[in-house]
């Protein structure tokens, strides 16, 4: 039986839903503490996380406010870390899979998802970056995926380390959110959503409409926190 779980997240964060889609998957009950990444807890790094980031979770130690986490309880961080502490105290989710060939396709398809698509899109998002680095690493993904159903045929762990980050691609990109020209949003997502990417596309919709990404991507909220952060983005 799993001890007490406390999760440090925040709404806006994709590595922080990373984690939640992962407890949701588990069915798993845990304490949710949102952490305002702007204006962080003084105690949150000392007595959490020292690199002061989301997610983390507390684990175990006996029940206390969330907001005077005990010494007695294990510290844990790192997103994709925390994926796999998930699917290790919870097996039966399925998010690991039990065959080790398809364990390391799904662990293959996340290193492409962090080596090529998280920095090329941040490089487009942030710095105006050549959107064909982008179209590269999607072309990559796409790639990987089999004909029909998720990263490794099954919803695994790959699927739950994408997601998040298309979500916040997608409403980007459709709100012209970014240092990329103003304009160029919605194309480029008209680029990825169609023609020699119709597969990306297809995969996109099903992370998209699976239950726990739906419980866990609070759109309208990110959305208006993404506008707020990133107003000036093009005058810098």
């Known amino acids: 039986m799993p001890e007490r779980i406390t999760l440090y997240t925040a709404k806006i964060c994709p590595f922080a839903q990373r984690t939640e889609i992962a407890l949701a998957e588990a069915k798993a009950q845990y304490t949710r503490f949102e952490i305002d990444l702007q204006n962080k807890p003084d105690w949150y790094a000392s007595k959490v996380n020292p690199a002061s980031k989301v997610p983390a979770i507390a684990y175990g130690g006996p029940e206390v406010p969330p907001d005077q986490p005990s010494p007695e309880s294990v510290k844990l961080a790192e997103s994709l870390v925390l994926v796999e502490f998930v699917a290790d105290l919870f097996p039966e989710s399925g998010i690991l899979p039990a065959d080790p060939v398809k364990r390391a396709q799904a ?13 090329t899109w941040y490089g487009y998002f942030l710095r105006n970056a050549p959107v064909e680095d982008f179209y590269a690493a999607v072309e990559y993904i796409q790639s990987l995926l089999p004909a029909e159903g998720f990263a490794i045929g099954q919803y695994s762990i790959a699927d739950i380390a994408i997601a998040p980050f298309l979500a916040r ?40 409409a699976r239950d726990t990404f739906k419980e866990t991507f609070d759109e309208a909220y990110v959305t208006d926190a993404f506008k707020q952060r990133f107003a000036n983005a093009r005058n810098q």
């Open 107 to 119: 662990r293959f398809f996340i290193e492409g998802v962090s080596s090529k698509l998280i920095p």
């Open 169 to 208: 691609t997608r409403l980007s990109l459709l709100n012209e959110i970014g240092k990329y020209p103003e304009g160029d949003g919605k194309k480029v997502w008209a680029t990825i959503t169609s023609g020699k990417y119709a597969r990306f596309a297809k995969y996109q919709e099903d992370l998209f």
